[in-house]
C-alpha cells in the first residue's frame, strides 16, 4: 500500500517546495490542493479517513501549508475536529515554514548554550517564525523579551505563549528605530532576529558593541537582512566572540527536520505534528539530549 | 509504458476519496482536474487521445466524479462525442459514487433474494443512487415502487428507468411523514432506503412491523440513517426475522468493485462504466453466477 | 533523487498532452499547476530553487506550457530573471507545441531539400507555429516569404525574425483569397502552411499548378485543412512531383523531439529549451548532420 500525503494549501497553487520537500521524504503519491479553505477542507479529510482500513490508515497523512500562518491554524482545527475514534490519520501543520524554521533554530541554540535562565531576545517575535521561537526559548526556561513594534502586538504574544507554557518567563517590548533596538538588545545572551523579509533590526557594527552577547541568529534569507553583520549562508561562525547564524545556516537544519517530520506522519495515524511535537524532532536530528 | 487516470471532478477540488481509491485500484500516474465543465473537458480528452498510439491507449483512462451527478453525467456525455473510430480510452462515470454504490447494494440483495417478481420498494428513488438502486431492480424484473416527496418527481424516475429497461415494472408513490412511509413499505419483500444525508425514512421499531419483509438495506452512513432499526455497520444481520444492511456494510463491496472497475478500464481502451457494467462487475466480485 | 517536472501552464486547467508526453518522457513526479502568471509565478520558481543542493538541481525542471504562446514567453522571462548564479533549473517553453512542431517541420524539409538559398513560403506565418517555421528556416539561410493576412502583421513578423537571426532573407506579404496565395506561392521551392484551425489556404488541385514546387507540408490536423491536396496522415508522400507532410506525418518526429527535450532537462541545471536549442534536437533525432 503506497504512502499518500495530501497537501492541503491555502494558496491558490501549492506550495513547490512543500512538494519538493515531500518528494525528498519519500512519500510515494502526493495529492496537491490549492485554495483548500474551513468551507471545503472536510471532503477532502472523509475522503481519507474513509478509504482505507483502521490498520491502513497510517499510510495516508496531510500536510497543512501556505503562506499565511493564520489561515493554517485553522485548518489543523477543522481537520482535528473532523476525525473521531481510530478514524484519524496524521497530520502536521508548516505553514510559511513557520514550524520547522523556529525548531531547528532554537535547537541550533541549544548546541551552544544552557537556554535554562538564559537572556533571550526576540526581534520580530509576533511573526509567525518569530512567535514559535519565542514560545520554545519560554518553553526551555529562557527569560524572554518579545519585541514588536507596538507594545500591544508584543504584550499580545506574550498572552499567547503564556497560554501554551506553563510559568513562561515573557516580557512584552517595543522598538522602532535601529537605536531602539540596539538598547533593548543589551546584555541579551541569545538574539533571535525573525522580522519581515527586508526589515534591518541590527544595522552594521552593532554586533560587537552588544555586552554579554554569545550568540545571534538571523532567519532572514533576502537582503537587507535582519542583523547586517550576520551573512546569510553563515552556520556557528564565531565574530567578535559571538556565535552568527544566517538563515541558510539554520536551513540545513530546517530541511532535515521537516524530510524526518513528513517520515514520521507514517508511522501511525494519530500523530499531530505542530510547533512542539517538530522542536523534539529537531533537538533529536541535532543531536541534543532533551 | 505506465497506466493513466486522468480524473474529471466537476467540483473545484477533485475527490480525494476517488483518489486514493485510484491510487489503491494501482493506478501508476493520476492526473487530477477540478472545475472540469463542458466548456473545459475537450482539450483534456483530446490531449489523452493524441499522445499514445492507438494500441497503446489502453494505458489511458478516464475517470468522471464529483458531488454533482448530472454534471458527470453531462461530461460523460461530452467525452465519448470527442472519441471517434479508434482514437478513444475506456471512461468510468461514478459521480458522488452513485454507481459503484448502487450495484454494490442490489448485488447484496441477490446474495439473498430471487430479485425477478420480487416486490421491492426504493425510499428516496429520486437521488442519485436510489434512482439506479431502481433502476437495476427493474432490470432483474422486480416490481419496483419508486417513492419520493413529490409523485411527480416519483413518476419522472419511473420514466427515466422505462426508457432504460424494456418492460421494467416500475411505480410511483409519494410519501412525506413517517406513517406514509410506513405504509408503502408493507408487504415489501425488499427495502432499499436511498435517501439524503440526516432524513429518516422508518422510525425505531417499525422494521419489525412490515409484512413479509426479508431484507433492508440502509444506504445512508450519517445520523441519523434512513431506517433506524439499522446500524451503519451491519452487513447480513438478522434482526426480526429481517436481513439488515447499513451503509458501511455494503461499503466494502462497492470499494472492491470500485477498484475492480478502475483497473478494468485498462484492459482496453473502449470500456465505458456506469451503471449496468459497473452491476455486472458488482455481481462478479459477490460471486453471484449471471 | 527523483526527477520533478513542475509544469507551469497558462491555462486553468493544465494540458493532458503535455502531462502524457512528461510521463512518457521517463520524468518520475509531475507538478502540474494552471493558472500561472508573472505574478503568482516567483514563489513556484523559489521552490524548486531552494529544495535541493546546486550539484541535485538538475533532478528539478520547469515546462512552460498553454494554449497562449506570448503568455508562455512572459512566463519564462520571468523565470529566466529569477534564477541566480548556480540557483537555477532548467526550464523549457513549448506552449500549444509551438516550438517542437515548428522544429519538426523545418528538420522534416531539411531531410528532401538545402534549404540554404531555397524559396521558402511559409502561410499563416504570424501564428505561433508559423513564425517559429519562419525564424528557423531564415536560419537555414532560405529565402523565405512571410506571409499574412495583412501587410503590418507580415512585416512584423520579418521585424521580429531579423531580430533573432542575423542577415535573416525574409519578405513580408500579404494575402485573402485563395487565389493570392496560390500567386503568392509560385515559384515557391517550400511551403509551409501553418494558418489557424480551420483556415483553407490552397484549395484543392491548386498543389500540381505551383512551379517548381519540391515540398509541401501542412501543419493543421483540423479538417478544413491548410492545402487541400495533402492529407492530415501524410508523411513524405509524393503527389504531382511534390512531397507532401500533413500535421500527422510532421507529428511523430514532434512527439519525439517533445520526449527527447523532457529527457535533456534532467542532463544539467542550466538548460533552457527554446526554438533554436529545440530545433537541434530535432535535426538530431530526424539523423541530419548538422
Redesign the interface.
Known sequence: ??T?L?QFDTD??????????A??SNVE?????G??TPG?VT??????M???GPAELKN?AIFIGG?DVAKGELLLRMVSKTFFGPMRVSVMMDSNGCNTTAAAAIASSRKHLNLAGCRAIVLGATGPVGLRAAELLALEKANVTVVSRTLDRAESACITIRTKVADAQVTAACASQPSEFEELCQNATLIVSAGAAGVCFLESGVLQKIQGLKLAIDLNAVPPVGVADIGVMEKAIEKFGVICYGALGVGGLK?KVHKKAIASLFESNDRVLETRTIYDMALQVAGIAT
Open positions: 500500500m503506497k499518500i495530501a491558490a497553487l501549492p506550495s513547490s517546495f512543500d512538494q519538493v520537500v518528494v525528498d503519491q502526493l495529492f496537491s490542493y485554495s483548500v471545503n471532503g477532502l479529510v472523509h475522503g481519507l474513509f478509504t482505507r495516508s503562506s530541511m
